[in-house]
């Protein structure tokens, strides 16, 4: 019975496993998907404003 034991862990994992996936496959566009594009939009937005006015003006 000791293989039993030995391969309980990882079977338990690989369902866990399989489980996230479809979670997140199924998660993925739907309702929510214009609001998470433009969350993530506006976030780049802001790293990138941020980045702009930490950079020295350099005209000539």
């Known amino acids: 019975m000791d293989y039993v034991s030995a ?3 990882p079977v338990v994992m690989a ?3 399989i489980g996230l996936i479809r979670v997140i496959v199924k ?3 739907g309702a929510n998907k214009a609001k998470e594009d433009a ?3 506006a976030a780049l937005a802001r790293a990138e404003g941020a980045h702009r006015a930490g950079a020295p003006h350099t005209d000539a």
């Open 7 to 9: 391969l309980v862990p």
């Open 15 to 17: 369902a866990f496993f």
């Open 27 to 29: 998660t993925q566009g």
């Open 39 to 41: 969350a993530v939009d």
